[in-house]
Every structure is written in structure tokens, then in C-alpha cells.
């Protein structure tokens, strides 16, 4: 191999090394038969959180919500519909993410739940408005954006920083 080569292919990796690197998360709303929402109190934060988690390396936003669900609820999850993508930035901590929020169908009442202990310290299903009160800011934005959009079948919301655009 050549030296313009060389060079060359070490342009393309220091490009690659720079790029922005963006965290990308995806949650899923999971309502139980009397249109309950369910939360998860996590052990490492102060406020509840829908069911999700972070997108790992080589895996789509669908399929990190699957496993974030089986993982932290026990639930099979198996066709979750994209319902909101969510842009936020916090400019403070030079931070950047994507969030997408699924639908999943309807949690049958006799769905066991089971949590892991390690992560998740308590869970409940609780009407829509009393969950977001419970979720953090973040989450609170989101799904208020979000309500007026979560019947409509065709419908898939854009936002930034949990406000439509």
C-alpha cells in the first residue's frame, strides 16, 4: 500500500472518529385493559420511567424495545408501533439524543410482571395523567405531546425536546 493510501484511509477513520455521537433510546407504552399506563420505579433515579432503555450497537430502536420490555417487565412484546420520535437536546451538558416511543398491544390483566430487583425497585399501571405526573420532565413533555396523537392508527409525532414541531 502506498503512503497516499495510507493517508487516505487515515482521513476516513479520524473522519469517522469525529462524528457526532448521538445516544438513542426507545420506550414503549404499555396499557393495561382499563387503559392504565404502566411505570417502572428505577432504583437509580428519583422519578418513574415508562419500560425502555438504551439502543445497543447493531440493534434498531424496534428491537431494543422488545428486549427493554422482556427485560424489565417480563412481558413478550412482539409488534410495538412507532408512535413518537423524539429529538432532545440539552445544550448544558453537551448532550444529544433520539428517543422513540412505541405502542405495544394491550397488557391482559392476568400478564404476570416481573421486575428485576436489581434495577427496578417497584411498578404500577396508573391512569394517563397521574403517570405523567409521576415520569420525569422529559417523559412528561413527551407523553403530553404525545395524548392527542396515541388513538389516531395512522398517525407517528415528530418532536424536539418533547414539543411538536
Known amino acids: 500500500m502506498n503512503l497516499k493510501v495510507k493517508l487516505e484511509n487515515l482521513s476516513k477513520k479520524i473522519y469517522f472518529v469525529r462524528l457526532p455521537k448521538k445516544r438513542m433510546g426507545a420506550g414503549c407504552l404499555l396499557f393495561n385493559q382499563e ?70 398491544e394491550t397488557v391482559k390483566d392476568s400478564t404476570n410482571i416481573i421486575v428485576p430487583k436489581k434495577e427496578i425497585s417497584a411498578y404500577q399501571f396508573c391512569e394517563l395523567n397521574t403517570a405523567i405526573s409521576m415520569l420525569g420532565i422529559h417523559s412528561q413533555r413527551r407523553l403530553q405531546s404525545l395524548m392527542p396523537y396515541l388513538n389516531n392508527e395512522q398517525s407517528i409525532i415528530y418532536l424536539e425536546n418533547g414539543q411538536s414541531m
Request: glycine share 4%; with cysteine; proline share 7%.
Open 35 to 104: 387503559k392504565q399506563l404502566l411505570i417502572l420505579k428505577p432504583i437509580y433515579r428519583d422519578c418513574w420511567l415508562l419500560p425502555g432503555g438504551v439502543i445497543e450497537q447493531n440493534e434498531s430502536p424496534r428491537q431494543a424495545c422488545i428486549r427493554e420490555v422482556k427485560e424489565e417487565t417480563g412481558i413478550e412484546c412482539e409488534s410495538p408501533k412507532l408512535v413518537c420520535v423524539d429529538y432532545a437536546n440539552n445544550p448544558q451538558k453537551k448532550l444529544e439524543s433520539v428517543q422513540f416511543i412505541f405502542l405495544a
